[in-house]
């Protein structure tokens, strides 16, 4: 698996052999999912926007990988890129590979593609109004996968979309299957979407954003049953946020992107203790904390880089407040900065002595 | 219906936490105590309020009668439509003949009832092509996009930029020239067919504009990322969703479609005596007005009702279909 986040180099098969390659990879067996050096641009008329440049990640079985960042950052592109749902124009993927037990996807053929959805990896929308088909019940729309393909009867299918509801705790599961989605409210709506993407037992779940559209009380709710439906099964979560107390209390690991790149990736509890990178810093840092009530609230200064200039060198040197003068040159490289951790970032030994 | 369920959820209500309370309370309908059942979804809403309409439920009438006419003439007459007696010729209404007599001293009212065959046969089934194709290509087009799209637009585009009657005039005089006789039902699809390769366009632009923006819908990427193939994509989710305008337009479409109908017989290029119908009739009393108005006022007041109907349909049938006109 490659490291390096700016080349899209010839696919290294065997991650031990690579000195940056993060330890959390388990040894000797591949990752569940895994993405590297992943380029995508969208071909737009006012120019190429490159919108990522060499994301990598992965994720084990029973794991939950947090991806954060700011709007733009790329999260929610990766994520389509894996589900193999981009729009094929504008965007057009130059290079790297997503792996899922060893198969690099993007190679596939379509058929294999459309296989591997939803059985292999299923995807929560961010907005579930949207995301159910208005003209079709609830039920329907989880049977239709069981009775397309699984081959179950309509009645098998009814009985396991109920079974289905029942896991997400819709009340009345019986009588909800066959409503509408504008029948449910905002939260039950998540909740049948979750049941939607569990039809098919998938072994990696991809939630993007999955309470960004609901209130806190629900949030909290969604956010529970997801971590326990993820145990239960044991499957891999990728959890795209921007919140990072819902990052603090489910992540196993994080995966920090600025600007179409990862540049942090460690676990949870030793990136909140001391981040390794100055955005991820710097994001920490902008969370409202009790001690520091009545104080203006820390943000990052200036605006994430336009995907069509990215800035040379670093690209968050324009508002890092450490830039020195190699990070305007040199783009740093994603490199091992502990144990299971990288960062890229010309002085992030520094940060990880200081403090 | 309503009841059970209320009561499941009022049980709910006591067992469940918080949350479940905030989703039931949303869930409830407001005024669950209607009498329509918890199945509402577009169509079942848009059922609903038809029903309540005024103008649906007349037009619903007068459509109804029209087609039991077409099915069974002999229940309203026992005439026959083409027999003809040259002394009884341009007779006005009596209690004989309640419409008068024609030119050829035909019945007028036997005429009038055993025209609605043709009219709507020729008014359904050319809305029944140019949906059916309109949608079709108008799918295709708006879900695929890219190249495909240019070249069925552009299609489109040299098919709606022909003049409706120059066009038809020039279709139906090629395979149908005058002087010749072929079988009414041969005539029949000819103007049928005229009528569809020319208004194809319109139901193709609005299919496709409403793919345009219904592929765009998160549930398209939903069932994507669930693995649904492309066709399932555009017949199962895509379809339901777009059909709306469509059917719309079709139920308008099909009154104008009757007229044009009327008014290729009355050029002389739709259908022909053999055929009885509306057209034909206007058309043979187009030159008797003066002597004989009875001739054009019943056969032509028959075409302005069938048409209103149909267009009163499609005016109800939009209006419960947009949920934001209500």
Same mark, same amino acid.
């Given at each position: ?33 895994? !993405? ?156 049948? #979407?979750?049941? #939607? ?6 072994? !990696? ?17 969604? #956010? ?10 044991? #499957? ?9 107390? !819902? ?109 | ?135 079709? +290509? ?137 055929? +009885?119908?509306?057209? +034909? ?46």
């Amino acid at each position: 698996m490659s490291t390096e986040g700016q080349s899209a180099e010839s696919p290294n098969p065997s991650p031990l052999e690579d000195p940056a390659a993060p330890a959390v990879v388990q040894q000797g067996s591949e990752p569940l999912l895994a !993405v590297s050096g992943l380029h995508v641009e969208f071909r737009t008329q006012e120019g190429v926007a490159r919108v990522l440049n060499g994301v990598r990640y992965h994720v084990d079985a029973g794991e939950t990988l947090a991806v954060l960042g700011e709007s733009g950052s790329g999260k929610s592109v990766t994520a389509n890129t894996v589900m193999g749902i981009l729009e094929m124009p504008p965007a057009a993927i130059t290079a790297g590979e997503i792996r899922f037990r060893g198969e690099d996807l993007l190679t596939a053929s379509a058929s294999r593609r459309r296989e591997v959805r939803g059985e292999g990896i299923a995807m929560i929308f961010q907005d579930a109004l949207s995301a159910l088909n208005p003209v079709f019940t609830v039920g329907f729309q989880i049977e239709e996968q069981l009775r397309k393909r699984r081959g179950m009867s309509r009645k098998d299918a009814r009985k396991r979309a109920i079974e289905l509801l029942d896991l997400v705790r819709i009340p009345n599961a019986k009588g909800r299957v066959r409503q509408f989605p504008h029948e449910f409210s905002g939260g039950m709506r998540q909740r049948a #979407m979750i049941a #939607m993407s569990l039809a098919l037992d998938p072994e !990696v779940l991809i939630a993007d954003e999955p309470t960004t559209a609901l209130d806190v009380t629900v949030q909290a709710q969604i #956010m529970d049953l997801l971590a326990e439906i993820q145990r239960e099964r044991n #499957m891999g979560m990728i959890l795209i946020t921007h919140d990072l107390g !819902v990052v603090a209390e489910v992540a196993d690991r994080i995966a920090v992107m600025y600007a179409g790149r990862i540049v942090e990736e460690a676990d949870v509890h030793s990136i909140y203790r001391k981040p390794g990178h100055p955005y991820t810093r710097a994001l920490m840092d902008s969370m409202p904390r009790l001690d520091q009530r009545g104080q203006e609230l820390n943000t990052i200064k200036g605006l994430p880089p336009s995907l069509t200039a990215i800035p040379e060198g670093c690209p968050f040197h324009p508002r890092c407040p450490l830039a020195i003068d190699l990070c305007r040159e040199k783009d740093p490289e994603l490199l091992t900065i502990a144990e299971g951790r990288v960062s890229a970032c010309h002085r992030s030994d520094e940060l990880m002595r200081d403090e | 219906m309503t009841d059970p369920t209320a009561a499941a959820s009022a049980g709910k209500m006591e067992t469940r936490a918080q949350e479940e309370i905030t989703a039931e309370g949303h869930g409830a309908r407001p005024g669950g105590g209607a009498d329509d059942g918890k199945q509402r979804s577009l169509w079942g809403d848009a059922w609903v309020s038809l029903r309540r309409r005024p103008i649906f439920i007349i037009s619903a009438v007068i459509i109804l009668f029209l087609t039991v006419m077409a099915l069974f003439p002999g229940l309203f007459t026992s005439v026959d439509p083409t027999k003809a007696d040259l002394s009884l010729a341009r007779q006005t209404p009596s209690a004989d003949a309640w419409f008068g007599y024609d030119q050829q001293g035909r019945d007028i009212y036997a005429r009038v009832i055993h025209g609605v065959r043709a009219s709507l046969v020729v008014g359904v089934l050319a809305t029944l092509g140019t949906v059916l194709l309109g949608s079709l +290509v108008g799918l295709f087009a708006g879900f695929y996009g890219g190249w495909l799209d240019a070249i069925l637009s552009r299609f489109a585009d040299v098919f709606f930029g022909l003049p409706f009657v120059l066009g038809a005039i020039v279709i139906l005089s090629t395979f149908n020239p005058p002087g010749t006789s072929y079988g009414p039902v041969r005539i029949i699809f000819q103007v049928i067919f005229s009528i569809v390769v020319l208004s194809w366009p319109v139901t193709m632009r609005i299919m496709r504009s409403a793919a345009l923006t219904a592929k765009q819908q998160d549930y398209v990427k939903a069932a994507r990322a669930l693995g649904a193939s492309p066709t399932r994509i555009i017949f199962r989710h895509l379809l339901p969703n777009t059909l709306a305008p469509v059917l719309v337009y079709g139920s308008i479409a099909l009154g104008t479609y009757i007229a044009l109908e009327a008014t290729l017989s009355f050029l002389g290029v739709g259908l022909r005596t053999p055929v +009885v119908s509306w057209g +034909v009739m206007i058309s043979d009393a187009k030159e008797l007005i003066r002597i004989a108005p009875h001739m054009l006022l019943f056969p032509a007041g028959a075409l302005a009702v069938t048409v209103l109907a149909f267009v009163m349909l499609g005016d109800a049938v939009r209006d419960a279909l947009d949920p934001k006109m209500r």
